[in-house]
């Protein structure tokens, strides 16, 4: 086993480089697919994969990081933790259950410290049926001009109109609004694209080479930016379905802290749309299917959404001065990765946890 900092690195490409030894060390065949495009550091960009068991399992744990790619440095940590674990991959083997690894779900975004993918697009937004209507979010577009200034950072009659909005409907419909997923407004946050990604796509290619087998499968995805720092919301993460939900309580609530929903509203996370647990359900429809998402503190909510506000105004101004541009990536890390070994200590902790208890519940043991 290493050390709970060596998992972890402050930049993509060593990132994957730690990933990429850890499956070796594992004795572990990575797939490699490949993103054409260049990263910041003008490295390789990737969504690689390694199957951790018998293929023809019926029983599969996905375990997956950078949906939202600068979350990546949380996510990406874990999984290099676990593959390093020994005591954690017996548990698995012991007990017939395959992981399957996804690093860096959107390469893109990871690599250069946004939480979009390379259109822009809100990769946990994308998962939809694009041949039908979108849809339409009319608070969002209200805010939009608000949200994203002619200059940075904002003047204050902007603080002051969106302070208004703010003060009028409060920062749970703010949250709404924003975070919802949007369609309209393609350099906008929380833009959730015309048609799938190649994230999307790629996933969807993963889920069809390892998930078949699959009876049961559950899934881990990791994130951060939501809720107290350290601590790791557990969000039930399928279509609203009592029985899954059932599940996913009896597997991931015994520690003391329930499993958290969007439908009902106890989740730190609004109701949101084109979510991409749907992938699941369209790839492989054999599998009863039990998710959550794993959802890690940062910064207060309107400090994080500051950072992301900051992001896409310098999308929209690549012009923009060194200075201010440096200052910008720096607030979006801090806003989604705590540079320290305590919060580190807790995301393991925590996540492991986590994995145990999904072995016992596709098992059968946790009801």
Same mark, same amino acid.
């Given at each position: ?139 969002? /577009? ?5 949200? *994203?200034?002619?200059?940075?950072? =904002?003047?204050? &009659?902007?603080?002051? #109109? !969106?302070? %208004? ?121 054999? /599998? ?5 998402? *794993?959802?890690?503190?940062?910064? =207060?909510?309107? &400090?994080?959404?500051? #950072? !992301?506000? %900051? ?57």
């Amino acid at each position: 086993m290493i050390g709970v900092g060596e998992a972890f690195a402050p930049r993509y490409a060593q990132a994957r480089r730690k990933f990429l030894e850890a499956c070796g060390s594992a004795g572990l065949e990575v797939q490699t697919h490949i993103l054409p495009l260049e990263g910041r550091d003008g490295e390789e960009l990737a969504m690689d994969v390694a199957f951790d068991g018998d293929p023809a399992a019926e029983r599969l744990l996905m375990l997956t990081s950078g949906c939202h790619g600068v979350e990546g440095h949380c996510g990406s940590g874990v999984q290099v933790f676990s593959l390093h674990d020994a005591e954690w991959r017996e548990k698995a083997r012991g007990h017939g259950v395959a992981v399957l690894y996804v690093q860096a779900l959107n390469p893109h975004g990871f690599s250069h410290g946004r939480r979009v993918t390379q259109e822009n697009v809100d990769l946990n937004r994308n998962f939809l049926d694009f041949s039908k209507p979108l849809p339409v979010n009319e608070d969002y /577009a209200a805010l939009h001009s608000l949200l *994203l200034p002619p200059e940075w950072p =904002p003047t204050p &009659e902007n603080q002051a #109109a !969106l302070g %208004a909005w703010l003060g009028q409907r409060g920062p749970t419909a703010f949250q709404a609004a924003v975070s919802r997923g949007q369609y309209q407004f393609e350099d906008g946050l929380f833009f959730g694209g015309k048609a799938p990604t190649w994230s999307n796509s790629t996933l969807r290619a993963v889920l069809r080479r390892h998930g078949q087998a699959a009876r049961r499968l559950a899934w881990i995805d990791l994130h951060t930016g939501l809720g107290p720092g350290g601590v790791g919301e557990r969000i039930f993460a399928c279509k609203d379905d009592k029985a899954a939900y059932a599940r996913a309580n009896a597997w991931w609530g015994a520690s003391g802290a329930p499993v958290t929903s969007i439908y009902d509203g106890s989740s730190t996370s609004a109701l949101l749309t084109g979510l991409n647990w749907n992938a699941i359900e369209e790839e492989c429809p054999q /599998a009863e299917y039990t998710g959550i998402a *794993l959802e890690y503190g940062t910064l =207060p909510i309107l &400090e994080v959404t500051g #950072a !992301l506000r %900051a992001d896409h105004w310098l999308y929209r101004h690549p012009e923009a001065p060194a200075d201010l541009a440096a200052s910008i990536r720096a607030r979006m890390f801090e806003a989604f990765y705590t540079d320290t070994d305590a919060w580190r200590g807790k995301i393991i902790a925590q996540a492991r946890e986590a994995m145990f208890q999904s072995v016992d519940g596709l098992c059968g043991l946790r009801t």
